[in-house]
Structures are given as C-alpha cells and as structure tokens.
C-alpha cells in the first residue's frame, strides 16, 4: 500500500535511514560509555557486542516509528515515570559495579573458557540493547525525526517501512563500529592503574545518568528550570 505523498524510493529511504540511526547514536550516553569502556579493557569482540545491542535498541524504536505502532509510543508515554525509575535503577547499579570493577587478570582461567566467552558476548549485547530500550527519550527521537523527513507513513509498506528499519539498525550500528575502533586503538595506552581509572570514570558517568533519571521524576518545575537555563 502506498503512502499518499509518499513516493517509493529505496535508495532515498536507505540513506534517510541510515543517517537518522547514525545521528541518533551520535549522542554520548551511558551504552557509548559502557562500548568504550569495554573495547579498552576487554576488547574489539566486546565492544562490537555493545554497540551491536544499541544499534539493535535503536532499530527497535525505529521500528516503532517507521510502522506506527501508537499503542506502543501511548504505553511510552503513559508510562514514561516508570521507565525512567526503572531505567535509572539499572543504570545506578551498572554504574556503581563499574566503578568498583578491578581489571581482569591476564591469564585467568575462566577467560579463556569458550562457553563462558559466549555467554558474556550475550550478556555484551543484551545489557546495552536494554539500556537503549529503556530510555522513553530514543522513541520520541525517532518519531520526531521520522515526522520531520515526512517517513512517519511509510510503514503502509511493509517492504519500506522494513527497509527504513534496516537502514537505522546499519546506521546505529556504523556509528558504534567507529567509537569502538577508535576506543581499540587506545587500548595499548592503558596501564593497569589506566584501567582502573577507565572503569571508574566510566562508571561515574553510568552512575550520572541513572541519578539524572532519577532525579528527573521528583516533583519540580522542570520546564521553568529548563527556562531559566536556556535549555
């Protein structure tokens, strides 16, 4: 079914995609801490893993946008208090755990375990997917942005409203391969005392977001605030 006004463009909804994916990665928040952090004291695998995950959030609510799917922008924004709480609390405890993580050993045994390298892959791509999904702000990002370049109906298609999905995953995934690399080739830099800077630093700034959640669902005028800082 064709979108009124909308003329079929594969190659248009592709680089349209892909660069809202990539715009809307570009942000730093706690996943890019967490894919820096990791591709510096583990290594490339669980950086791509990482940012896998958040490409893969980020595909979810370009999904949501690209197909319509009101009912879940209306359970969003409905319950939007209890994302951020719930959201904030996971972010407050990934947070602090980073910051009091001490580097790995060199040579530790269960390292080098392949079932227990696969299952911390998994656990890489699902904890960022879930930091991603559980910010109420991606979605409305995305329908906003989806709203301004006219692609909020292209979802009566089901091969373009799926092709404007691959295209956000592509782009998402294209910003996340570039800090990842760029975090790799910093790797030889760090020391062990480095690392553990690097854990605490990135840490904080995990921490920093789940108080700013937290923070943000306590009772005060926010849109004056926001006023009166030229926010």
């Not at 006219?150 to 995934?173: E, I, K, Q, R, T």
């Not at 921490?207 to 937290?214: H, K, M, Q, T």
């Amino acid at each position: 079914m064709q979108v009124p006004g909308f003329v079929f463009n594969p190659i248009g909804i592709a680089i349209e995609g892909a660069v809202i994916g990539f715009l809307i990665a570009v942000p730093v928040g706690p996943a890019a801490a967490l894919c820096i952090r990791r591709s510096i004291t583990v290594g490339a695998m669980a950086g791509y893993m990482t940012g896998i995950g958040a490409a893969l959030g980020d595909a979810v609510f370009g999904a949501v946008a690209a197909f319509g799917l009101s009912f879940v922008q209306t359970f969003v924004a409905e319950h939007e208090a209890w994302l951020l709480g719930l959201g904030g609390i996971v972010l407050v405890i990934m947070g602090w755990t980073t910051m009091r993580h001490r580097p790995r050993n060199v040579g530790d045994p269960v390292a080098d375990d392949r079932e227990h390298r696969l299952s911390t892959h998994f656990h890489y791509a699902t904890s960022s997917f879930f930091i991603t999904v559980f910010n109420p702000l991606t979605v409305m990002a995305f329908g906003a942005a989806f709203a301004g370049r006219n692609l909020a109906g292209v979802g009566g298609s089901l091969p373009d409203a799926s092709l404007l999905v691959a295209a956000v995953f592509c782009g998402a995934l294209a910003w996340w391969t570039i800090i990842c690399t760029a975090s790799v080739a910093l790797r030889a830099r760090f020391t062990g005392t480095g690392m553990l800077w690097l854990n605490r630093c990135s840490g904080a700034v995990i921490l920093g977001f789940g108080v700013a959640a937290l923070i943000s669902l306590l009772p005060l005028p926010w849109k004056q605030i926001g006023r009166t800082l030229g926010i």
